[in-house]
């Protein structure tokens, strides 16, 4: 390994770089998602240079005091196998030491490493994809059913506090800074379901994507709601006016996500494994059917 190698802060002019080799990766970068992840941990993403030049990359953000997450792990093909990812690993490892539970999510053919450093199976995601253009159309979802003064609110209009705190009790984690940027991002749409005293039900967001081809695309994540139905119709009704090739990934802890994914001719596309060092979360992920993202948990 070079002696001139060095790790940064991102800063960011690095995005643009970082967000076309996250691309080529095939992770399907949403507008502003690398944006989002500085703000979330501005000391929790950095970038290894040789003589200045960025060959490779990692986030280890924390959440809070108590959980946090390591992801957005690449070093460019040319310098793979010359020690730059172990350093970077250790890099992101120490600023997250002092923290009870860390999450990832492992490439099949990583989960043995990771296992020597001490992460722990949880459960699989999957990736699905489905071109929207030949989503069935179903009248039965124009309105919803079953649930009395339940409405469907867009955007701005979304009490955030209400969804944050609905947020908090079903993902390993509070998030709000997060959250609050992912929510209110311009690229993309978000939806929720609040019922009486706006009580929160449900609520997704879909945002554009690049995909691996150059192509681009949709992600849909988070996609959090009490009911299959009610993720169901917040489902369709986020792909309603977004055309073309869309993208989910459901955690396999929520064995309703991957039946609706089914239900809706969702294709797979590959799984990764979500591992814990530490205390995993006691928190149920029944509600569920979406990530938010891959990189951040």
Known sequence: MSSEFLIRPLMPKDIPL?????????????????????HTDSQGLWVGCINKKPIGCIAGVRYNSLYGFLGLFIVVKEERGKGYGINLWKHALEHLS?????????????VDDYSRWGFIPSS?????????????????FDEIYGYEGLRLLLGN?????????????REPSPRPHFLA?????????????????????????IRPCLMQDGEDGWRIGPLIADTPYLAEFLLRRLILRHKGEILIDSPGINDNA???MKKLN????????????????????????????????
Not at 124 to 140: G, H, M, N, P, V
């Open 18 to 38: 970082i967000t076309y080799w996250s691309r080529i990766e095939g992770f399907a970068p949403g507008f502003g998602d690398l944006t989002i992840y500085r």
């Open 98 to 110: 002092d923290i009870p539970c860390v999450g990832l999510e492992a490439a099949i053919d990583r």
């Open 124 to 140: 699989f995601t999957t990736r699905w994809k489905i071109d929207a253009d030949y989503l069935e159309y179903e009248e039965q």
């Open 157 to 169: 209009k979304i009490p955030e506090s209400i969804v944050q705190a609905y947020d908090a009790k």
């Open 181 to 205: 940027d992912w929510l209110t991002h311009p690229s993309g749409q978000v939806l929720a379901l609040l019922g009486r005293n706006n009580s929160c039900h449900g609520f997704g967001r």
């Open 258 to 260: 991957g039946r609706l």
């Open 266 to 297: 969702f294709d797979y596309v590959s799984q990764t494994l979500r591992m814990y060092k530490g205390h995993q979360p006691p928190i149920s992920m029944n509600d569920v059917y979406s990530l938010a993202c891959l990189e951040l948990g």
